[in-house]
């Protein structure tokens, strides 16, 4: 029984260990990707600031597909959440076979309640704050209307362009097509007027238009 905890062990520390990995990875992937977007915008004028917080672009998609006061919640029957108490169930296998004389019926019984108390303590103590700090910058994508921000890529008469907007405490790279038919160059300043089929309809920022 020995071999089947310490595979138990090994294992789950091993998928444990890469599961993490990948949700940070995954993440912090999201922001170097939409960093990106930023170069050339030092061009702007000093009053804008950029966060110095990564563009979270995944969140934008996720939030672009969300419904009004609805969050997402991950199962407590997953892998992040599972495969910590396969490794809670071989060590804990191991330590009752190796220091109690207990019989293999209680070593498995006990292990199995150690496994449970490490999956409860993941999701609660991981997991559930995880997606609490996802769900607190999703938004909908047609709550970017009104806000204004930064052209990323020119966006032509006809035609698609990018533009950077900061929404939920995190910066969004956007699809944006004019408005009004008019050129915006990289760099330059935009609010968005209207979404349509998830594309965000953008017209040059003045301080004009803005004070009316």
Known sequence: ?????????????????????????????????????????HTLKGAHHLLSHGVHHGVAHAG?????????????LNPTTLIPGIAAFGGGGILLATYTTLTVGPQITLAVCAAILMSVLVHFLFVRPMDRAESSVAFSIHDCVGHTGIITVPVPEHGHGQIMLNMGGSNTVQIAASFDQSPLPKASEAVVVEVRDGILYVAKFSEESSAS
């Open 64 to 76: 672009g597909h969300a419904h009004h006061g609805h969050a997402h919640h991950t199962s407590f």
């Open 1 to 41: 029984m020995l071999e089947v905890y310490w595979g138990c062990l090994v294992g789950g520390m091993l998928f444990s260990v890469v599961s993490l990995l990948g949700i940070r990875g995954g993440h912090g992937g999201h922001a170097l990707k939409g960093a990106s977007a930023l170069k050339g915008v």
